[in-house]
């Protein structure tokens, strides 16, 4: 990952090239691989040089969410808010399934920076401008994003490969049939058969979600 000599020319260092390099580290290798010294030797610089650029490690990790974040599909201030909502949460999906490390950031550090201010921003403008309170659409951001996030850390560390479902499946099967548990068991013949494919659903429990938050704005109800 060391910038070759023609390159090293060609870019300057600056704060933007440094958390670039610190999110392909992270891709390639994962969060806990990420030092100042690694970052510094993929780049090509001594580890001094990007104490002009960021303070510490810890101003690297939240510009990196930062970056990753400033990536996701904005929603339209003034759009279907349902409409604009699915949007939003569809990109930050394939966005952060795209950088498996960013999620659990997100959920663990406080993060001011520009990209997740306008990011928070627009959405909570989107939701006001349909008519939600700026009180009531903070919480259905809270409510979508622990949607989107759960269900990622989910994915992410599903231990069967989705492909496989159907045979795991398979596989228990005589288990199942000697226990107690008629539900599950009736459940796996359907994944079983192709009946069911037993994935869970992103778009299912998002649909969910919105359709129970139009009932609190004020339109829907009439007033």
């Not at 990196?64 to 759009?79: A, E, H, N, Q």
């Not at 309170?133 to 069967?160: M, R």
């Not at 429990?205 to 704005?217: F, M, P, S, W």
Request: hydrophobic share 40%; charged share 25%; with cysteine.
């Amino acid at each position: 990952m060391k910038l070759s000599k023609k390159a090293k020319k060609k870019q300057t260092l600056s704060r933007k090239l440094v958390l670039e390099f610190a999110i392909r580290i992270a891709d390639e290798f994962g969060l806990e691989k990420l030092s100042m010294r690694h970052l510094a030797s993929s780049l090509g610089v001594e580890a001094m040089s990007l104490y002009n650029h960021v303070k510490n490690k810890d101003e690297v990790l939240d510009g990196m969410v930062d970056l990753v974040i400033s990536k996701i599909t904005l929603p339209r201030i003034g759009g279907d808010w349902k409409l604009e909502m699915i949007i939003r949460a569809k990109s930050a999906r394939e966005i952060l399934i795209l950088h498996p490390w960013a999620t659990s950031l997100i959920v663990s550090r406080m993060n001011v920076g520009e990209g997740m201010m306008t990011y928070f921003d627009t959405t909570l403008g989107c939701l006001h401008a349909a008519g939600f309170s700026l009180q009531t659409a903070d919480h259905i951001i809270n409510t979508i994003d622990s949607h989107i996030y759960g269900f990622i850390l989910q994915e992410l560390n599903f231990p069967i490969d989705p492909n496989d479902y159907a045979k795991q499946a398979e596989s228990f099967m005589p288990l199942l049939e000697l226990s107690p548990f008629s539900h599950i068991t009736n459940l796996g013949k359907e994944v079983v058969s192709g009946k069911y494919n037993g994935i869970h659903d992103f778009a299912f429990g998002l649909n969910l979600i919105l359709d129970g938050l139009e009932k609190l704005r004020p339109e829907s109800n009439g007033s």
